[in-house]
């Protein structure tokens, strides 16, 4: 079967930047608290006119320009989002317009924090069994969309962005294995909720609410560090890969003391680890996507390293991919 990697890469942050200190502002936190125990000290916000698919939109740009790839090549865009515009039509859709991408074919993936993993190794499939040829994969979320401003546990933790990558058949390795898992049982532990729902027969009782996270961080914490080590030591496993092989590891940003404490329970050196949750927060099935794209920008991958990417999210899932780079 084909190789597939990565020929490029992409990224958009919205300029605007919510400090921990704005968030002093709006509910009863502290800079030094949101820091002991998260990592984050600020994070990207989308403007009040920027949408999902404009995020998106603007990774997907950046990706093409900088792999020099024209979007006339593109035959497959899979968006990895738990925050689109709209239940329909799909943000790969509205990508696919706005760049004018018309031959390809193109649909979301729904994985929460995991939904870039989940969307690469789906794109790969399509390559290796001859469907596409080159794969647009993109994972934007304006997850801010989601967040109740008056709830500290969880209003601290997110913010916005979008990160782009193009898969094709390369000479080397590539993408050398995947592992997705998916723990259904779990699911109360995070989800989005909605006070209201709408039916012909029931009388409302006023506007309708929006949708919005509700987690139980305890409980996820302890899950999400033994899932993402379980995920790196399958991936590592079905590479055939010795952990002690891996240059690099870009793990989901979701909470540096989960970082740290999956690093140590895989006896990774905190220098093989790539984090940026300080700059950015959680910005769902972006963080990694992002994360990756600047991992290369800054140096932290070169040509020839073996490289991991693992996450968790809500559902749960969890997902890892060993890259050889």
């Known amino acids: 079967m084909k190789n597939?990697?990565?020929?490029?890469?992409?990224?958009y942050l919205p300029p605007h930047r919510l400090t921990n200190s704005d968030l002093e502002k709006m509910v009863e936190t502290s800079d030094e608290w949101i820091v002991t125990r998260t990592g984050i000290r600020e994070r990207r916000i989308a403007g009040i006119d920027e949408r999902t698919s404009h995020l998106a939109i603007r990774a997907a740009k950046d990706a093409l320009k900088n792999g020099r790839i024209e979007v006339a090549d593109i035959d497959l865009i899979i968006v990895a989002t738990i925050s689109p515009d709209s239940n329909f039509p799909s943000t790969a859709c509205l990508v696919q317009k706005a760049?004018?991408?018309?031959?390809?074919?193109?649909?979301?993936?729904?994985?929460?924090?995991?939904?870039?993993?989940?969307?690469?190794?789906?794109?790969?499939q399509f390559i290796q069994n001859g469907q596409a040829k080159h794969a647009l994969?993109?994972?934007?979320?304006?997850?801010?969309?989601?967040?109740?401003?008056?709830?500290?546990?969880?209003?601290?933790?997110?913010?916005?962005?979008?990160?782009?990558?193009?898969?094709?058949?390369?000479?080397?390795?590539?993408?050398?294995?995947?592992?997705?898992?998916?723990?259904?049982?779990?699911?109360?532990?995070?989800?989005?909720?909605?006070?209201?729902?709408?039916?012909?027969?029931?009388?409302?009782?006023?506007?309708?609410?929006?949708?919005?996270?509700?987690?139980?961080?305890?409980?996820?914490?302890?899950?999400?560090?033994?899932?993402?080590?379980?995920?790196?030591?399958?991936?590592?496993?079905?590479?055939?890969?010795?952990?002690?092989?891996?240059?690099?590891?870009?793990?989901?940003?979701?909470?540096?003391?989960i970082i740290a404490a999956v690093a140590k329970k895989l006896g990774f050196p905190k220098e093989k680890?790539?984090?940026?949750?300080?700059?950015?927060?959680?910005?769902?099935?972006?963080?990694?996507?992002?994360?990756?794209s600047e991992a290369v920008e800054q140096g932290r991958i070169k040509k020839g390293n073996t490289v991991v990417l693992v996450a968790f999210g809500a559902g749960l899932v969890s997902a890892a991919n060993v890259v050889v780079w």
């Not at 597939?4 to 990224?11: D, E, I, M, T």
Request: glycine share 10%; with cysteine.
């Open 137 to 257: 994969v993109i994972a934007s979320e304006r997850i801010t969309s989601l967040i109740d401003w008056n709830d500290r546990s969880t209003c601290v933790l997110f913010g916005d962005g979008a990160g782009a990558c193009v898969l094709g058949a390369v000479r080397g390795p590539g993408i050398v294995s995947d592992f997705l898992k998916s723990e259904g049982e779990h699911g109360d532990l995070m989800k989005v909720v909605v006070e209201d729902t709408r039916h012909p027969l029931k009388k409302s009782s006023g506007p309708a609410k929006s949708p919005y996270i509700v987690m139980q961080g305890r409980e996820l914490f302890k899950i999400a560090v033994n899932s993402m080590a379980q995920a790196v030591e399958a991936a590592a496993k079905r590479a055939g890969v010795k952990l002690s092989d891996v240059d690099c590891v870009v793990p989901h940003q979701a909470n540096d003391r």
């Open 4 to 11: 597939v990697g990565f020929l490029s890469l992409g990224k």
């Open 99 to 124: 760049i004018g991408a018309k031959h390809a074919t193109a649909f979301d993936v729904s994985a929460a924090c995991a939904g870039y993993l989940f969307a690469i190794t789906t794109a790969k």
């Open 273 to 292: 680890i790539f984090v940026n949750i300080d700059k950015y927060g959680n910005m769902s099935a972006a963080s990694i996507a992002v994360a990756l």
